[in-house]
């Protein structure tokens, strides 16, 4: 599957990514227009179409870029949370369009051919984009750690999420004037808008304060510490209820453990929801919660945010340190530690205009530092560096 455009631009710049996803295509189409003021040509290269656990409709005709699909195989790495692309065809892609610069995303099977074909001085300079932290007690294997190194050696520039990521990067041996920041994020500008409608003009409120999760079902998310939480709230707040919107392999544990601590009739369970039904769980909600211990950004914090709601985030989360200043527009939060995160809740439950006023500085700081503008920034002033 491809959508092609004639080049009539001077460099011509290639970025390879895994799937289309909702939340990458305003971003690649804004990304493609900077590019075209720049006098360059983008075309974005995906692996796939997509697989099992990502369940996103995609809106091909959404994407004003071109772009290529490869008939890429998949490997599956112990469970359905782990797949490696093989990037079948990438090579005859590069070769047809002759890139001047190539951007891959990650520490993949792509960037390693690239990089790999760079050092035989056969492909042009690569850039990594890249959201990947230290995650303690990940694989830390020395073949990994050696593979990684040389990928940055190699890497002309690197484009990364936030700061955990910028970290990450610096401890595999990269320069600190290779690193560009192209911060993760979604259109904030839509979330802003349809959520703000949505309470303004036709949103019956729940009776009950909402606690909001949004996320695949999994050990790693820790959702099994937002219901030991919900238990202790309901002792001090009984009109309150949780959330849960999503699917994934921890969904048997999850209802069980509900049952088990008696507040099955407090928590509500959605299925997987596309981006377009997304807006009407921010807009009704009266806080987030994120408590994953091992996300290295964290894209729904973002839309949380960016839709004006108060969120606890988990201190481990990537996005959590780079957006959320204490007290001021959400809290960082050691999940674990129940007894801290009872109080806020409580806080904000008791006092809707507080909470509302962090929702609305959330919002704001979000427009401010995630908007796509600033993404797209910092992708052309890698590309412009990467490229003289």
């Known amino acids: 599957m491809s959508n092609n455009s004639k080049n ?15 939340y990458r295509i305003p971003l690649f189409t804004a990304l493609h227009a900077a590019c075209l003021k720049e006098e360059m040509q983008l075309t974005i290269v995906f692996a796939a179409k997509g697989y099992e656990r990502r369940q996103w409709k995609i809106d091909y005709d959404s994407m004003k870029f071109p772009y290529h699909v490869l008939a890429s195989g998949k490997i599956q790495l112990g469970s359905k949370e782990g797949v490696l692309f093989t990037y079948s065809t990438l090579t ?16 993949s099977m792509a960037t390693t051919r690239i990089a790999v074909r760079w050092y035989l001085e056969q492909y042009p300079p690569y850039i990594i984009w890249t959201e990947s932290v230290d995650r303690p007690g990940h694989n830390r294997s020395c073949l990994r750690m050696i593979q990684r190194k040389l990928l940055c050696k190699g890497a002309k520039s690197l484009l990364v999420s936030g ?39 036709g949103a019956k409120r729940p009776a009950r304060k909402v606690i909001l999760y949004i996320g695949h079902f999994t050990k790693g998310k820790r959702i099994d510490l937002i219901l030991h939480l919900l238990q202790r709230v309901l002792q001090h707040y009984e009109e309150s209820e949780l959330w849960l919107v999503g699917s994934g392999p921890e969904y048997p544990y999850l209802k069980n453990l509900s049952k088990d601590l008696d507040i099955v009739e407090h928590v509500c369970f959605w299925p997987f929801q596309q981006q377009e039904n997304l807006y009407d769980f921010y807009a009704l909600a009266d806080c987030f919660v994120f408590p994953s211990q091992y996300d290295v950004w964290g894209m729904a914090l973002v839309e949380a945010m960016a839709s004006g709601l108060p969120c606890l985030a988990s201190e481990l989360a990537g996005a959590a340190v780079d957006l959320i200043n204490n007290g001021e527009n959400g809290y960082l939060v050691d999940f674990h530690r129940i007894n801290t995160a009872v109080p806020i809740l409580l806080y904000l439950f008791n006092h809707p205009q507080k909470a509302k006023k962090i929702g609305q500085t959330a919002a704001d700081s979000i427009q401010q530092r995630c908007h796509i503008r600033n993404s797209v920034a910092g992708f052309m002033e890698a590309i412009k560096w990467s490229i003289q």
């Open 8 to 22: 009539k631009a001077g460099k011509n710049i290639i970025l390879i990514s895994n799937i289309p996803t909702p």
């Open 92 to 107: 005859k892609i590069l070769r047809q369009l002759k890139p001047d610069l190539i951007i891959s995303a990650g520490f």
């Open 163 to 201: 700061s955990r990521a910028a970290d990450y990067v610096q401890s595999l041996g990269t320069k600190s004037n290779k690193i560009f920041r192209a911060i993760s994020t979604v259109d904030t500008d839509v979330f802003l808008k349809k959520t703000a409608k949505i309470r303004t003009f």
